[in-house]
């Protein structure tokens, strides 16, 4: 696609990558003596024939490829489903790894700063004997009641730890295999989904719009200047051809949200359009801060099951 010549309204011609990389007006990259737009060159009609012949050219490859594929599975469908649901066990048992040590953390954390508590009360309780065995010295009488209270002090600390419960589906994830989604690559809309719990950097299930794999991740970041040294996360969009397409060219016009829990009106959104090429496919930014996040008043952090939803509705243009 990148090397495909393309009419200038000039008269010259140039490569696509040349004209369609580019968002706004830009000088002609041949003659150099006028200026351009993009769309200017859809309206020649060579162009337009051009393109529609080069992305029947592309689909047909991707045809090819898939009935290829097909070829493949169609002979030996028990290996190669074999093959996947392996990979998938495997994936399992990682996690199970990975949970194992992200709790075992975890439980440490909570465990020391359970004993620092405790030392805490300790020494508080300490004072508070030795102020009670001063006032009663200094009194010089033998008050009864004082003296039981102080031995009752001193036996085993009445502390108890409260029962505590774990979802473990929640920490797993839950097994949502993407054949429950119906693909479409005819549609050019969608919104994607990402429900966060925990530790900000996760990558949504793809959705395919357009021949396009299309995904967000978020990722958790410290010490921006432009963000006043606050923890921020990133928001991101990425997208991955189908097929063996290896140039792409596709623009996108998406705007990224963060769910308010009552209200969609109060969502905090920030819309971008950018062209998604094989050189540039992921694009993103630094989406908010942490502290607003979590601020109970903006009503985006879900105490009740921990959670945040993130999405990003995109609408997916082929040039
Ligand atoms: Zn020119």
Redesign the pocket.
Known sequence: MDDLSIS???G?SAKYKDIFYNCDEFP?P?????A?KSKECLTITKNRLVLIEKSFELKKNHYDHLLKEFEKYKNEPKIYLDESFDCFKRKVDHRREEIKVMLNEKIDEYHDGLLAKIETKKCAKLKELEEKIKQIEALDLVNLSSVTNILNDLIEPNFKLANSSHNISKLFGQLNLKEDEIDDDSCTEKTIELVENDNFDLYSKKYIVQNFEWSINTRKKRNNSEMNGETYIDLNLYCYPLGNTKEFSVKVDALFSLSNKSNSMKDLSRNFKQLFTQKSPAWGFKFTTMNKIMNPKNGFYDANDDSITLKAAIKVELP
């Open positions: 200038l309204p000039c010259f002609c041949v003659c150099k003596t006028h351009l």
